[in-house]
């Protein structure tokens, strides 16, 4: 069956092994890399015949996380799959007791409102958040900041 047609049933926690195969995945979605080595612990990954082929990651900030790295290579995107990982990164921020889920974008605000993200002034996301890489300037400042409460 060619790959495309294949469905990914595995989503899970990235593996030490698998940081690299994350890294190559987000290169090639043009996404940042700076500082998610800082964040292994919590990084996703779906899985297509032992292979990583879409990633999720949170930045842990307290009770605030860094939605970010959300990737699917490109002959599987349409599908859902980016919507799963996502899904499974907002369980995995409640698991962590997090109230508040932070993300920057330049072209996903319309997918990520789906969640019930909603675009914010970057001055309004949680200070701790504020310190990380992406928004110290992996990400560059035109991109959209958008919250989700998750606890009140």
Known sequence: MPETMQTVHDIGLASPEEFQQVLALLERCGLPLAGLSDHRATILVARLGGRVVGSAALELYGAAAMLRSVAVEEPLRG???????????????????????????????????????????????????????EFQGACPETAQAMALRLAE
């Open 79 to 133: 599908r859902g799959l980016g919507e799963r990982l996502a899904r499974a990164a907002l369980e995995l921020a409640r698991a962590h007791g997090i109230g508040s889920v932070y993300l920057l974008t330049e072209t996903a605000s319309n997918f990520f409102a789906r969640f019930g993200f909603v675009p914010i002034p970057r001055e309004q996301v949680a200070p701790a958040v504020q310190q990380s890489v």
